[in-house]
């Protein structure tokens, strides 16, 4: 049963109507008198509230009758329904324990995607994670570990593949979120239809409407030819939204909009477009940190962080590193056609030792980098201790200690030149191959691109 909680008897009926047609048996009530006679008879699997259900329209009535619920039944998932003039009260609502929130007028469709994806999330029983299991029940191909915080997240992203709840997933650069967002689209029902990654690290403000909502012909002085934007190529499937913490505010805006209501207008149109697409985040930085210093709007981040998965770094699973190695070896035979390739167990636990500030990106590359190098088909210690280099070129040892020369005195060089330098050094070790340059140093080549222009250092686009 759902318990519809507003005092307007035609939003009344419209939901009431929406819901029974569903499947759902509904009942209603005009405001906190009759919510609680309602709750002493039975008890809903899930309450719309409407934030306003009084002559007094501040939404005051509408927290606290909120609070009273959660304190009654802390387990059943509120949805709160709330005209854009109230979103900061639906953010309150939100820190209160409401569930999500539904913008007016709201689109029939997407409210009841959010109405089961919370009853969903909610119904789902957690079980003791185990790979094996994890294996049979899910697609987890691409993502290698035994480790128990691993396998905990695993497990999260197997109870909410199947539902639309939006995720956010946060950890150091190299951790592997990419893998962890493919395996939502993959888990979910929308499987089959497309999953479009959209690097917005690496788009610029002016062009972010451009890229993501399309453009009309015309729209701009290179607007040659009509363009489908990402989001619209999502429809229907699954967008995912890396380095979100990049955003500027007023890009920051235009994307809350269409993820309140699924509508948008290409550039130099206005006619709006709607979208039906399951939106899945990713950043290295504390977003919550950048709420608090007014960086990353309040109302954004509560839109996108429905479900918050935090990957561990590499040194915190110190264990699953020789799984990986064995990984990334059993897939470099094939590439570079050497079946007798493995790694001596001497060499697996010396690399289990290391720091890897880079994290899974940087084993990677290393592994491959002394396969490359070396002409052992047993790859041992001094194989790895001679190509398995830090961004500085600098030697790792098991330690963590660095060997050779580090970081120039303080003072001698400033952030900015020795950035150049980096990227100086690492376009000449690479050979100006910009895909590989930028793997090297932890960063997208849409930002490298950036840095390259503004040094002036010399590339060409082609890999």
């Known amino acids: 049963m759902l318990l519809i909680i507003d005092d307007d008897i035609a939003i009344q009926t419209s939901l009431s109507l929406l819901f029974r047609k569903e499947g759902f048996g509904v009942r209603l009530a005009d405001g906190p008198f009759d919510t609680f006679e309602i709750l002493a008879e039975e008890t809903p699997e899930l309450i719309l509230l409407d934030m306003n ?34 979103i900061d009260l639906a953010v309150e609502g939100m820190k ?27 119904q ?28 905990a997240i695993l497990t999260t992203i197997g109870r909410v593949a199947p539902t639309d709840a939006p995720v956010l997933i946060t950890g150091e650069s190299g951790t592997g979120k990419e893998l962890i967002a493919e395996a939502i689209h993959q888990n979910s029902r929308r499987h089959r239809q497309p999953f479009v990654k959209v690097n917005l690290g690496g788009i610029s403000s002016t062009l972010f409407e451009s890229e993501l909502f399309g453009h009309v012909r015309g729209a701009f002085t290179d607007a040659k030819s009509d363009r489908i934007g990402r989001f619209e190529l999502a429809d229907k499937g699954s967008i995912f939204l890396d380095e979100i913490g990049d955003l500027d505010p007023a890009s920051q805006v235009k994307l809350l909009r269409v993820l309140q209501d699924r509508t948008f207008e290409p550039l130099g149109s206005s006619k709006s477009r ?32 429905l479900i918050s998965i935090h990957l561990p770094a590499l040194r915190e699973r110190p264990g ?3 799984l990986l190695v064995s990984y990334f070896v059993d897939n470099l035979k094939v590439i570079y056609n ?62 963590g200690a660095i060997a050779g020369p580090s970081l120039p005195p303080v003072g001698s060089m400033t952030l900015e030149e020795m950035e150049y330098q980096m990227i100086h050094r690492a376009m000449a070790f690479h050979q100006n191959r910009v895909a590989k340059v930028a793997r090297a140093l932890g960063i997208t080549r849409f930002a490298l691109y950036r840095r390259l222009e503004k040094f002036g250092i010399p590339y060409t686009t082609e890999e």
């Not at 329209?57 to 009273?68: A, E, H, I, K, V």
């Not at 324990?97 to 007028?105: H, L, S």
Request: proline share 5%; aromatic share 6%; net charge positive.
């Open 53 to 86: 259900f009084s002559v007094d329209t501040s939404g005051d009535d509408g927290l606290r009758l909120l609070r009273r619920i959660r304190e009654r039944l802390p387990n059943v998932p509120v949805i709160l329904i709330t005209g854009w003039g109230s």
């Open 96 to 122: 209160a324990g409401a569930r999500d929130f539904i913008t007016k007028p709201w689109q029939n469709d997407h409210l009841v995607q959010s109405v089961r994806t919370a009853l969903n999330l909610a």
């Open 124 to 151: 789902a029983t957690p079980t003791s994670p185990n790979r094996r299991k994890l294996d049979q029940q899910f697609r987890f191909d691409n993502i290698v570990g035994e480790d128990p915080n691993l396998l």
């Open 274 to 305: 709607t979208v039906d697409v399951r939106v899945i985040c990713a950043t290295n930085r504390n977003l919550e940190e950048m709420v608090s210093r007014g960086q990353f709007r309040e109302d954004l981040f509560y839109r996108i962080n």
């Open 320 to 322: 699953d590193i020789p």
């Open 338 to 399: 050497r079946p007798d390739l493995q790694v001596s167990a001497s060499a697996q636990k010396w690399l289990k030792n290391l720091p890897l500030p880079g994290n899974i990106r940087q084993l990677k590359n290393g592994v491959e980098r002394t396969v490359l190098l070396s002409s052992n088909d047993e790859l041992q210690v001094d194989d790895f201790e001679r190509n398995l280099t830090q961004t500085t070129g600098s030697k790792l040892q098991a330690s």
